[in-house]
């Protein structure tokens, strides 16, 4: 690993269990450590060896129900981080006995004892060749915790399918979403001849101020930071004056629009771009008296027209290499799943023709043996009208034909395939509940927050962009040590310059100033250092207000980093990430990395020190 990037991330929100903390503790060990590995190695693989064989009696015995016992629910306890042990392996054998010569291996101090068998450990990862998760972690490709997860006590994983178990090209497919919005604009008799699909105008996590016609950037507290009027960025002043007073408020839903997903993505762009056509004048006044709400209400409308009217799916089912993006490691990953225990769902607000169609063609070729897709799933539910689908119960429908046929159903079955339906049936159906379900996703309202709020579900957050605000972060490092270094300096000079301006008031009134030495100073030394301190001030305002500008460029030159908001706080994307979910990472196919067993923990927050801006802000992502 190169350096930049260990301490980019040394303090990231990443998480692995304890075998991959002590990878990481031998793997950092002096250089005479690891010099004398090579010396260790026939001691240590022997000591690797007695990790993996069970013996009893003199004899060899198979690994299974005769050692290891596995944690059912009915069993099951709460750990040091009151995490449920429901599906943790036990030896039935006694501990210190289940190696045959273990005592004289395992007794005495477990600090001692954990030393050895890591370092053993680390060698055997070493020569098997497997990837472990700290190298994962350490990658765009990490899964980053907000809360310990222990995946283990999962019974459950449930899956989104648009933009979670399936990618789309963002340029294809939201460029066609925005051409069929366009035509029916313009078949509405709205302007939009000379326009064009820019998806660098807007990111996940803005909101469309419905009533001012802004799209904006809130930190963590509904603070606006950043906004833009039309497709024109707005200035620090023109925020002030307009935002300055006022907290953004998700719950007004006839005021504020969060742009959640990618699908979100077409919309903003086409209203941004028709604010510019409303205030140029150029919309006909046959089309009534227009504002900027009445505005957005005409764009939603014509992209929905898009999706409903089923020509943009049509379209992506005739011609699906065109539009997605197949990962070859997703089914894979999910196969791990499927073999260790764990039941899987497919949950989607698609029709059954869109995704069967899909999910051909992004999973049959890579999975084994000719399996099909359907044979990855314990259920699919598809129309599952969503985030309805968690909140209150619909009619459920059994898929009984090919051709999407259907008829009422009252329950459902494993292996079934229906539409429509309810949560809470699903967790009947299942006879599981509330924490023992993950559920996957890229929605943050309506996969994953509806489904914590309303369920107790467990919660993970696929967010593809993560991968490049990472490469981001690492290439933006010196920039941003530059930029703390200048604040810092400014820091110094201004505590002085506000110190001298005491020492000056309190002159004027007569009384004596806060030391010895300040007293000290002549009117004419005080003045002269303040005005030297006030013009130095200045001139880094300037420099430093230039670099909070293009903080963040790397990642989009309008609106900065995905996570963050201003150099010191988060964004309001990223406190609804870590509000609603568990772990979040950038696609399904991260699983690979890690193991069905992992126990993800959250890590312990850093503080805003503004001497260590990288530590800051690699906890964003």
Not at 154 to 169: A, E, R
């Amino acid at each position: 690993m190169n350096l930049c990037a260990h301490q980019v991330f040394d303090r990231m929100l990443l998480c692995g269990d304890m075998a991959t903390r002590l990878r990481f503790a031998v793997s950092s060990s002096s250089p005479v450590l690891m010099a004398e590995l090579p010396d260790l190695k026939k001691r240590n693989k022997r000591r690797s060896v007695r990790m993996i064989k069970c013996r009893a009696d003199g004899g060899r015995v198979t690994v299974g129900d005769d050692v290891f016992s596995v944690t059912t629910s009915s069993k099951y306890e709460v750990d040091y981080l009151g995490q449920s042990t429901k599906g943790d392996l036990n030896l039935k054998l006694d501990p210190l006995h289940s190696f045959g010569n273990g005592q004289a291996t395992l007794e005495g101090p477990i600090e001692e004892v954990a030393r050895t068998e890591a370092q053993a450990a680390e060698n055997l990862i070493r020569e098997l060749g497997i990837e472990g998760p700290f190298s994962a972690q350490h990658s765009p490709r990490g899964i980053f915790c907000s809360r310990t997860l222990n995946l283990r006590s999962i019974s459950v994983i449930g899956y989104d399918m648009d933009y979670t178990l399936m990618h789309y090209n963002v340029m294809a497919w939201e460029g066609r979403a925005y051409d069929y919005c366009m035509e029916n604009l313009k078949s509405m008799g709205f302007p939009v001849d000379g326009l064009s699909f820019d998806p660098e105008l807007v990111i996940r996590g803005l909101m469309i101020d419905k009533e001012k016609g802004n799209l904006i950037k809130a930190d963590r507290f509904g603070y606006v930071q950043r906004a833009m009027h039309g497709t024109n960025m707005l200035s620090k002043k023109a925020v002030s004056e307009i935002y300055g007073r006022e907290l953004v408020d998700l719950r007004n839903q006839s005021r504020w629009e969060f742009l959640n997903t990618f699908f979100s993505v077409s919309e903003a762009v086409a209203y941004a771009q028709m604010v510019d056509r409303l205030d140029g004048g150029f919309i006909s006044a046959d089309l009534g008296t227009l504002d900027y709400k009445g505005l957005y209400k005409a764009v939603a409308k014509a992209l929905f027209r898009a999706h409903v009217e089923g020509q943009l799916k049509s379209e992506i089912m005739s011609k699906p290499e065109l539009f997605v993006e197949p990962d070859p490691e997703l089914p894979l990953a999910l196969l791990d799943q499927k073999e260790a225990g764990k039941k899987l769902l497919l949950i989607t607000n698609s029709d059954y023709h869109y995704t069967d169609k899909m999910m051909k063609h992004s999973f049959n070729k890579f999975l084994p043996n000719d399996m099909d897709w359907r044979n990855l799933f314990d259920m699919v539910i598809v129309s599952a009208r969503k985030p309805e689908f968690f909140q209150m119960s619909h009619p459920l429908y059994e898929v009984v034909t090919g051709e999407g046929l259907m008829r009422p159903c009252f329950k459902a079955e494993t292996g079934g395939l229906y539409s429509g339906g309810s949560a809470q049936m699903v967790e009947s159906s299942l006879n599981v509940h509330g924490d023992e379900i993950l559920y996957v996703g890229d929605h943050i309202y309506t996969d994953v927050s509806v489904s914590k709020v309303h369920l107790r579900w467990r919660t993970a957050l696929i967010c593809r962009e993560l991968e490049e605000e990472y490469m981001a972060l690492i290439c933006s490092r010196g920039h941003r040590e530059e930029l703390i270094e200048l604040i810092n300096q400014k820091e110094v000079v201004g505590d002085l310059f506000n110190q001298l301006r005491l020492a000056l008031q309190r002159r004027s009134k007569g009384r004596p100033a806060q030391t010895l030495a300040a007293t000290n100073l002549d009117d004419q030394e005080l003045t002269e250092t303040m005005q030297k301190l006030l013009i130095v001030m200045q001139r880094l305002d300037d420099k430093i207000g230039l670099m909070l500008e293009s903080d963040g460029e790397l990642f989009n030159k309008r609106w900065g980093f995905l996570s963050r908001a201003g150099l010191w706080d988060k964004s309001h994307l990223m406190r609804q990430i870590e509000k609603y979910a568990d772990i979040y990472t950038s696609r399904v196919s991260n699983f690979l990395n890690y193991t069905p067993f992992m126990y993800f923990r959250s890590q312990e927050q850093a503080n805003n020190s503004k001497t260590d801006c990288q530590e800051y802000s690699t906890n964003q992502i």
